[in-house]
């Protein structure tokens, strides 16, 4: 493996991991996850394979050169807003969202959904909130 090729792949998981909003804490929980490392830097041809593999699934789309880069959709905070507006309504953690994005899209966490999954978790809630409305 060429050298320029692993450093290319090292930044493009860096910016992925930025443009997602992920912390270090978060970023060092998904390496370990996904490829059982503590460090990109210890990433093998696979693990860095792996490692994008999933930030794409995770709602991040790389683009060629002199393109703009980040997660996909317009802006998401209007959909996180009501995502939480539903989450204190109904007396539950943010942790039950997460939950909701794990089993929707395998997507660990909301921040890293794409517009479109946050509109499909946001009817999800309306639709429990109107279940129960409806038991009383």
């Given at each position: 493996m060429k050298p320029d090729r692993r450093n290319r792949e090292l930044a493009r998981i860096h910016i992925a991991a930025q443009a997602l909003g992920m912390d270090d804490d978060a970023y060092r929980e998904m390496l370990s996850g996904v490829a059982g490392v503590s460090s990109a830097a210890e990433l093998t041809a696979d693990g860095r394979k792996q490692v994008l593999d999933h930030l794409k699934r995770c709602g991040f789309q790389f683009r060629r050169r002199g393109q703009k880069t980040s997660v996909e959709g317009p802006d998401r905070s209007p959909l996180m807003g009501k995502i939480e507006a539903h989450l204190a309504d109904a007396k539950r953690p943010?942790?039950?969202?997460?939950?909701?994005?794990?089993r929707m899209f395998r997507v660990d966490r909301l921040e890293w959904c794409s517009a479109a999954q946050l509109h499909k978790i946001v009817a999800a809630l309306e639709y429990d909130a109107g279940r129960r409305k409806r038991r009383g």
């Open positions: 943010w942790e039950y969202a997460h939950g909701m994005a794990r």
